[in-house]
């Protein structure tokens, strides 16, 4: 009899256990989506720490093996921001409790999971793992694409913690106005840095710290209101922001390599200092779009342009009320040039149209003196001049691209006359020669007329012989209907 009630004992145990056992199982298994599972890390999170403030973002979670940051990352910071929000927490970049950073490792069958929790007070580390059955997951969620790219970039802009510091100095949005991305080499947008340009907008508007400024026409100013604020500006770095009003400049460049193109982003404030910025490599595979404006291309191997010195941001700036590098405008709108110097410069200025004509525009017969100086705001034209550009769009004057040219040196530069008929030095048989030496741009300065396409050579040419430090910026000017 005591033999049999320890075995009817042993057997109710072993129910007990067995049932505790599949109540366990079913209380910890696997999660079947990213929202569960971002349900199930919140939920730990909420049970291992008071709520506090919290930061991360869709880099905090990155592949283990390649360190990229995929679809899935995107997803699990929208699920967890949501979650950790209505449990108290305050995802922020300012001064956070907590460090939330997580990898994952698709293991074929399985992906598993590695989250941490770093507590920036005791600089504990909080540990917790889980997994999703790979046949569950759509396959493109564990890959890069494009809009993967864009909302990192926005991410790195609108939630950094300088970023945070702006705003809340204001205790608004920060207006930011937005300057064209553009090609490093030919300092020209593209389709690609338009598209990628446009959809980053887009991401960043979902933040509650960044208001997109709009370009505002010069004429509801006056250039005399932005003369007074120009002598305030201490770097040109951050002048556009005289121009639009805004209280900081989004801008950039990217730079092709042999099969990806890297994008810089900085958003630049008032002084001239960068409040945050963001670095992102896109290889090919993922850009659908032309890299390169055809006829800013033709425009520079023309000219010589690619193959001259960068051009300096910190030196020589032209631009315009709708922005820095490359812009647009269409026919009836009246187009004013602004140019700033850093330091006592002479400047000269060019317009090259779409059939490659140069014209001087600065200095002119009627201009005083080409020998600038910073902390001024100099207009083209003039603002008591008479005249006026206004695009006009016609059979004759057909809508196009003109090319901007600015140079700037430290020393008095005699200017060539400018003669098609006169033969090109670096041109032979419609190519020019990329094997320029001290030599061809010593002999194309020594000469009073010369060839249009050599007036960049000239240039350098010109500043070597006089022993003059030479600076040189530019802009794209689009006309269109």
Same mark, same amino acid.
């Given at each position: 009899?005591?033999?049999?009630?320890?075995?009817?004992?042993?057997?109710?145990?072993?129910?007990?256990?067995?049932?505790?056992?599949?109540?366990?199982?079913?209380?910890?298994?696997?999660?079947?989506?990213?929202?569960?599972?971002?349900?199930?890390?919140?939920?730990?999170?909420?049970?291992?720490?008071?709520?506090?403030?919290?930061?991360?973002?869709?880099?905090?979670?990155?592949?283990?093996?390649?360190?990229?940051?995929?679809?899935?990352?995107?997803?699990?910071?929208?699920?967890?921001?949501?979650?950790?929000?209505?449990?108290?927490?305050?995802?922020?970049?300012?001064?956070?409790?907590?460090?939330?950073?997580?990898?994952?490792?698709?293991?074929?069958?399985?992906?598993?999971?590695?989250?941490?929790?770093?507590?920036?007070?005791?600089?504990?580390?909080?540990?917790?793992?889980?997994?999703?059955?790979?046949?569950?997951?759509?396959?493109? &969620?564990?890959? %890069?694409?494009?809009?993967? *790219?864009?909302?990192?970039?926005?991410?790195? $802009?609108?939630? =950094? !913690?300088?970023?945070?510091?702006?705003?809340?100095?204001?205790?608004?949005?920060?207006?930011?106005?937005?300057?064209?991305?553009?090609?490093?080499?030919?300092?020209?947008?593209?389709?690609?840095?338009?598209?990628?340009?446009?959809?980053?907008?887009?991401?960043?508007?979902?933040?509650?710290?960044?208001?997109?400024?709009?370009?505002?026409?010069?004429?509801?100013?006056?250039?005399?209101?932005?003369?007074?604020?120009?002598?305030?500006?201490?770097?040109?770095?951050?002048?556009?922001?005289?121009?639009?009003?805004?209280?900081?400049?989004?801008?950039?460049?990217?730079?092709?390599?042999?099969?990806?193109?890297?994008?810089?982003?900085?958003?630049?404030?008032?002084?001239?200092?960068?409040?945050?910025?963001?670095?992102?490599?896109?290889?090919?595979?993922?850009?659908? &779009?032309?890299? %390169?404006?055809?006829?800013? *291309?033709?425009?520079?191997?023309?000219?010589? $342009?690619?193959? =001259? !010195?960068?051009?300096?941001d910190d030196m020589i700036r032209i631009s315009t009320a709708k922005g820095y590098g490359d812009v647009t405008y269409h026919a009836g709108e009246t187009v004013t040039l602004f140019v700033q110097v850093a330091a006592p410069l002479y400047?000269?200025?060019?317009?090259?149209?779409?059939?490659?004509?140069?014209?001087?525009?600065?200095?002119?017969?009627?201009?005083?003196?080409?020998?600038?100086?910073?902390?001024?705001?100099?207009?083209?034209?003039?603002?008591?001049?008479?005249?006026?550009?206004?695009?006009?769009?016609?059979?004759?004057?057909?809508?196009?691209?003109?090319?901007?040219?600015?140079?700037?040196?430290?020393?008095?530069?005699?200017?060539?006359?400018?003669?098609?008929?006169?033969?090109?030095?670096?041109?032979?048989?419609?190519?020019?020669?990329?094997?320029?030496?001290?030599?061809?741009?010593?002999?194309?300065?020594?000469?009073?007329?010369?060839?249009?396409?050599?007036?960049?050579?000239?240039?350098?040419?010109?500043?070597?012989?006089?022993?003059?430090?030479?600076?040189?910026?530019?802009?794209?000017?689009?006309?269109?209907?």
């Amino acid at each position: 009899m005591k033999i049999q009630n320890q075995l009817i004992y042993i057997f109710w145990v072993a129910i007990i256990a067995f049932s505790a056992s599949q109540e366990a199982q079913a209380f910890f298994s696997a999660p079947s989506s990213p929202e569960e599972l971002s349900q199930e890390i919140a939920s730990r999170i909420t049970e291992a720490v008071p709520a506090g403030k919290i930061y991360f973002r869709p880099r905090s979670f990155t592949d283990s093996l390649d360190n990229t940051v995929p679809v899935l990352s995107t997803h699990l910071a929208l699920y967890l921001k949501a979650e950790l929000s209505s449990s108290g927490f305050d995802i922020t970049p300012d001064n956070p409790d907590y460090i939330l950073t997580g990898t994952f490792l698709n293991e074929g069958d399985k992906v598993s999971f590695f989250f941490n929790v770093e507590d920036i007070h005791n600089g504990k580390i909080l540990n917790f793992t889980s997994s999703i059955k790979s046949k569950i997951l759509a396959s493109d &969620l564990l890959k %890069e694409n494009l809009r993967t *790219k864009t909302v990192n970039v926005a991410s790195d $802009l609108a939630c =950094s !913690q300088g970023m945070f510091n702006s705003h809340l100095m204001k205790d608004k949005k920060l207006s930011v106005f937005v300057n064209p991305l553009i090609d490093a080499k030919l300092k020209a947008t593209s389709p690609f840095s338009e598209n990628f340009l446009f959809k980053i907008k887009n991401e960043i508007a979902k933040y509650d710290a960044i208001d997109i400024a709009k370009p505002i026409p010069v004429a509801k100013r006056g250039t005399r209101a932005l003369r007074r604020k120009a002598k305030k500006i201490k770097s040109l770095k951050g002048s556009q922001t005289v121009l639009t009003e805004a209280e900081a400049i989004l801008e950039g460049k990217y730079f092709i390599s042999a099969d990806h193109v890297t994008v810089n982003l900085e958003i630049v404030g008032r002084d001239g200092k960068v409040i945050t910025s963001s670095e992102e490599t896109i290889p090919f595979s993922m850009i659908s &779009l032309p890299l %390169e404006d055809e006829q800013a *291309k033709k425009q520079a191997n023309v000219l010589g $342009l690619h193959t =001259s !010195q960068p051009l300096p941001d910190d030196m020589i700036r032209i631009s315009t009320a709708k922005g820095y590098g490359d812009v647009t405008y269409h026919a009836g709108e009246t187009v004013t040039l602004f140019v700033q110097v850093a330091a006592p410069l002479y400047v000269y200025i060019y317009a090259v149209d779409s059939d490659n004509n140069i014209n001087l525009i600065f200095p002119t017969e009627d201009d005083h003196t080409n020998f600038l100086q910073p902390r001024t705001l100099y207009t083209i034209p003039p603002e008591e001049a008479e005249t006026e550009i206004i695009v006009e769009c016609a059979p004759e004057t057909p809508c196009g691209t003109d090319n901007v040219l600015v140079f700037a040196s430290d020393k008095n530069i005699p200017l060539p006359e400018l003669a098609m008929e006169v033969d090109a030095v670096n041109i032979n048989k419609g190519t020019r020669s990329l094997r320029r030496t001290k030599k061809d741009r010593k002999k194309i300065a020594e000469l009073k007329r010369i060839n249009p396409v050599d007036l960049v050579d000239y240039f350098y040419g010109a500043a070597a012989m006089s022993g003059a430090r030479l600076f040189r910026d530019g802009l794209y000017l689009r006309t269109g209907k």
